[in-house]
């Protein structure tokens, strides 16, 4: 049923006048009674008598407009509740996001929407990256923050937040950096070791760490090497970044880590040309409307960019 039709008649039923019910609308004469011959055609009855200039309503119009009344008081009383949501908020929200991202980038933002939003039970589900991505295309989980794909994925929407460099790292007695002259605390916590090429081929030699085979950031590691013509030692694989951190900063292994990871316990090493960097950001499917709660929480991650 055509709701602009029913406040038409609403408007006349008071006025008496469809001239009058016209000024009030800002339409003109023809269109108001074109709105209410709509009406009285899907309801089959006629609302309206016309006596001389005077209009009034028949019997059936009497018994339509307290439903009428109804309707429109129904419709606004869902518009408010609509928009009295982010104060009714609740319900159960799911997240599916990495360790890292998780550690490093959300607890201010998860922290801003659990005090606005105290009614919502808020969970994390820490899944790989790919997992998480399989969740999203299969309804599983609504929404992820995690390591955007390489490869966009056709049914997906992926929005970047966050740029995340790479940088190969060392421990800090490294045999590789015996001789050289470190460069201080500077774009990270730790010590910088310039290197170049070269250097990075003796690096190879020596055992290394990374995440494991198939996830995106290893994909991205792999095709420097493949593209540098190197072959690596992988020693050890393990997909907890700040597991990987731990083991080359007691000396199992260098490894090729977020700069956001680097501290006292690692030299980090730069090298000419070497700009890999993984983009981290947010996944929902591209067919699925997402539930107010997870639109919040997408505003809100989405302001941290």
């Known amino acids: ?49 016309r006596i001389k200039k005077k209009i009034i309503l028949t019997e059936a119009g009497q018994l339509f407009l307290p ?15 609509l928009s009295e949501m982010d104060d009714l908020l609740s319900g159960e929200l799911v997240i599916a996001t990495s360790h890292h991202i998780g550690l490093h980038h959300l607890p201010p933002i998860l922290k801003h929407f659990v ?17 998480a991505c399989h969740a999203v295309e299969n309804a599983e989980i609504e929404l992820a923050v995690i390591t955007l794909p390489i490869e966009p994925i056709t049914s997906l929407d992926q929005i ?11 421990h800090n007695n490294h045999p590789l ?27 190879t030699q020596f055992p290394a760490i990374l995440p494991e085979k198939g996830t995106y950031t290893r994909e991205l590691i ?5 593209q540098s013509g190197m072959q690596v030692q992988v020693k050890l694989s393990n997909n907890y970044l700040e597991t ?9 292994g260098w490894s090729v880590l977020p700069q956001t990871l680097i501290d006292s316990t690692l030299t980090a090493i730069t090298i000419p040309g070497f700009t890999v960097h993984r983009s981290l950001g947010i996944v929902t499917h591209k067919n699925r409307t997402l539930s107010h709660a997870a639109q919040q929480m997408s505003e809100l991650i989405t302001k941290a960019i």
């Open 1 to 49: 049923m055509d709701i602009p039709s029913i406040e038409t008649f609403l408007i006349v039923a008071k006025k008496q006048s469809f001239s009058l019910t016209a000024e009030a609308l800002y339409l003109t004469q023809p269109a108001i009674s074109k709105r209410i011959a709509s009406l009285e055609s899907e309801l089959d009855c006629k609302l309206f008598d």
């Open 177 to 203: 950096l015996e001789g050289r002259k470190l460069e201080g605390r500077k774009k990270v916590n730790g010590n910088i070791a310039p290197l170049s090429h070269e250097d990075i081929k003796k690096l």
């Open 67 to 81: 439903r009428a009344q109804n309707i429109i008081a129904e419709l606004k009383a869902g518009k408010n509740a």
């Open 244 to 252: 990987i951190k731990m083991m080359v900063s007691v000396g199992l």
């Open 160 to 170: 970047k937040i966050w740029e995340d460099p790479l940088t190969f790292v060392v």
């Open 222 to 226: 792999d095709a420097y090497f493949y």
């Open 115 to 131: 005090n606005q939003y105290p009614k919502v039970d808020l969970k994390l589900n820490f899944m790989e990256s790919e997992s």
